[in-house]
């Protein structure tokens, strides 16, 4: 069984790289799939194609809006989602996939350190599982594409 | 039409009472639904009833999970889904409900302050109305259910 | 069977009322939902309640989305769709509701002169009616609700 | 990411091929599902293959329905749904489909000119994107197919 | 648990009035459903209401989509649906109600008699229950509506 | 777009093998699904591989279900139903298919003589296309397949 | 919020009648529903109606699948499933009512003792709460039933 | 048409191992997924990946979970489920993959000796077949996939 798997997530480290290159090492039947990372373009996109606006909130709108097609379309194909939370920012869009995930009935796995347990604990508790880093989940991936 | 409306996020203002007065002033046709608002007991429910934990994710986890069943079963009942964030914590379990929301097609109103605009604007875009205090969401609320 | 039914399209008529009160004095077992009918109060809603804008794509925008919130709920409560084409203005949303009642597996019953037989075969060809005025929309709802 | 894109709307200009062929060019990782375009082919194909009709009616309600096999099923594979609304007709067609897509929870780009802003304001309300041209809808099918 | 049963089939016996009136005899908690049984205006209707048809195809077409409103209501509303087949006619419908119920998930019991053993085996296949009488029915609506 | 389209219905002629090899012949780009057609194989199927049966209800009842896993299966698949009425026998199965077809929104074609337009006004009613012949079916299969 | 609750799994001691009770008692806003719980009756309930069998195999499978009737009807009504597991017998017919609420997106709760927490593992990792005793059910409802 | 097949159930036999062997050798178009077979792995990964448990419970929890992903994902891609009780353990996790699969609608094949025919009468009441071996597992799918 080949895994499609959505990388949400904190996009100012190289995690899904790592992840990536790890998992293509290692030959997984894993196809992964991301946001767009490029974090200028991601918040400009809307402006940049569709034409400016004068205030922030409709040019992060459209914006959200475009990306929004790329992300709802990786989440209801992917089989698994991996939702990263690193150690800035709200990454409340992180938040908003989870559930997403778990509404469609996919398997989430969660990836966080130790001090966000409780501030996540409603994210964790449909996760799948909860993983303090990459490693976890690239065991997790080899392990559930192991040969039948 | 009677809306079920669920009131999901901040729960360290008096957000809810104020909404759920004003409404019933003014006899609106509408239900509310709300997690339990009471904090220790949410965060402590589920050593408390299911018995003690020696580590804090296991405690967060068993709490988190019987909060779900109530807040997952008023999200699916709800007709409109009320989303606050508030100016602390890091409140992804609003953002949570909000993506789950979003999955099942249910329409959500988002209500936080001008400067999480950016932080926010995934789960604006998707949102049917981006408000900025409880007033408007009354008077959406007033206006969607003026009577036939 | 009591039924649900929603009453789509023309707004520039009374022909809800019309069909309404002449239910009523049938005492037919339905209930009728309807979007908000005061055309400047739909139009504006959105600034009204969530502040100014300065385009007019915007201030559409905004009214158009919370008008949604009773729209999509509507078609989605009810068990029947009535969509009545006028013989004025684009009424792109009249065809819209048909096409989302039609993609929830809803019956709708279109209403339409002849004359726009051509140009509304799409819509008409999922319907399970179409009509020519409000009397034969009547008798169907007597029909379909007749005692088991 | 390979996509599936269906293009509905205006029949009467050539941007369906203007898309595609630019597409093909910047080998974009989209395949792209269209109605049938030739008008005479599509508004007879049911007397044609059925037998012939005394009244427009049922003339047109043929064909629009052995259309829809090919419509339905593609706005169903389809990952995004293109609208495009010319100058010219009624174009309820397009704005079914826009509906139909809008129920499954699909996303969907509106094409059209400032000039229907009010007009279409239910459609775009709940677009993805509220493009003027073709332009546009290809930079966002380039922006959301970047590599991963 | 009150339940909603649908009876769908023979039209030219008693059968759904004996199993009504028992059922409100013995008290049980059942709502019935029901097509129209009037045979004449279930074969008009389509032309008493719409205007007429030259041909006995559309006449019939425009009459069976009329009555779908109510059948495709009835069977979604159902929690059980009850298909009997008597010995007359070829009641193609009885059996395109139980593909429909099949379909949805739902509960049928299937009545006929002992010769359709081999020509309803698809039929029976799939359903909860195959009586061959109304008492049986109304026994296993009892059975399964006995007090918790 | 490829279309996967299931063959249900009549298995006393050759009208399967007619259309198949006809549409070969033509390059359409479709793949036919077909129950198992060797009568005998199929009524005894059941009591052939799960051992005997004593009475004639649960031998037609065990090899009815083992080709519903084919059926159905068959029919989530397809693009298109197909639904051939011949002039023998109930054929009650043919007009289950269909039902579950409609349940499931997916497009039917019917194939019956105009003798049955009476009996069959549900099942035609919401069907895509009622022909007469297997040309009819092929051309339309050709029409709805033409390239984008 | 009023919640209906399933309560499934062991029938052969008194778990339902002290649960109800103590509810009903504490005036919790909760429905119950339960299988049919004359065992005897359930076993026989197939022949008892619909005629005698020669094999146990098919008396058992016509008995099981009229108590499917109430059990599904059962399943998919409720907001929240409760599925014990007493001491004796395999108790699948209680795992598979789990597999099917967890399939459904429903809420479940298990009640075990201690020993089988190897063997239930995967039963109790789809649930929302694993517990151990009636009194801690009772407690789950109560709070998951607090007023808003 | 190719299927895919989910082997679910006792894992301390090679059944799959001959099922998959035999099915290879008859050139059977029928892929087979299967959930990880190696028993002390299965029952260790939770704990092997994302850190030791003090307790047995969040040790079988974490596992389960892990596991769990792959089941759920092979359950949904299936076109048909072979859930094999042997003649040791409780094998609940057996019972709740069929009622899994049950509620999806999807065909399942249930195989056990005859000694469990009464304990398992819910589990085969929902079954497509109920077999008693490989062997006639084989055969069913075999027949299954006879070629168009």
Redesign the interface.
Known sequence: ?K?QVYLSGEIHSGW?EEL?NEAERQLLPVD???P?L?HD?SDN?GV???GAE?S???K???????????????IE?A??VVVK?GDK?????????????????K?Y?VVHSKE???????????A????ENIE?VL??LE????P?
């Open positions: 069984m895994l899904r990536i992964f799939l991301a767009v490029n373009a996109v940049e194609i569709l004068e922030n909130f409709w992060d709108h459209k914006a959200a809006k475009i990306n929004a097609i790329r992300i709802k379309n990786s194909k089989d698994v939370f920012y709200k990454q409340w869009n992180a938040a908003f996939d989870a559930g997403y995930a778990a509404a469609l009935g398997s796995i966000f347990t409780h501030a996540l604990k409603e994210v964790d508790a449909q799948m599982a909860v993983a976890q065991k997790i392990y559930i594409t192991l039948e």
